[in-house]
């Protein structure tokens, strides 16, 4: 009785020493082909993503800032691979193309939607 509960205890554990073996191996393999996909399609075509759409929409929205007759503060970007998009609303119609030219200029954009309107300010005025 003691040696049949030795062997089946013996028996568990090599199962339980051979089943994470075969799990720790299993993870390292499965992720080793990912990374190594990654780097290279990322090495080979400009970047893209979320991260880089933030990056084009922040420098958007700088260009825009420097312009000091532009109020920016009304006007949201988007960002995707490159085409971006401009919503909200500016005080006069005039600033609308000037807006969607400097858009245009940023490094990185292919091309530029304007969806931008103009909104008189409370009064009339």
């Not at 073996?21 to 190594?36: F, K, M």
């Not at 979320?50 to 009304?74: F, P, Q």
């Not at 988007?78 to 245009?104: F, H, W, Y």
Request: hydrophobic share 45%; no cysteine; proline share 5%.
């Amino acid at each position: 009785m003691k040696t049949n509960s030795a062997r089946m205890l013996a028996v568990g554990g090599l199962l339980i020493a051979l089943s994470i073996n075969a799990w720790a191996q299993g993870g390292a393999t499965a992720s080793a082909p990912v990374a190594s996909t990654v780097e290279a399609s990322g090495a080979t075509t400009p970047a893209t993503g979320k991260k880089a759409d933030r990056a084009l929409r922040k420098k958007v929205y700088a260009a825009i800032g420097k312009n000091k007759e532009i109020k920016a503060g009304s006007i949201s970007v988007t960002a995707k691979n490159g085409a971006v998009m401009l919503n909200g609303t500016v005080p006069d119609a005039n600033q609308i193309p000037t807006i969607v030219e400097i858009a245009k200029g940023v490094p990185g954009v292919t091309s530029v939607t304007s969806k931008l309107v103009v909104q008189k300010p409370f009064g009339g005025q």
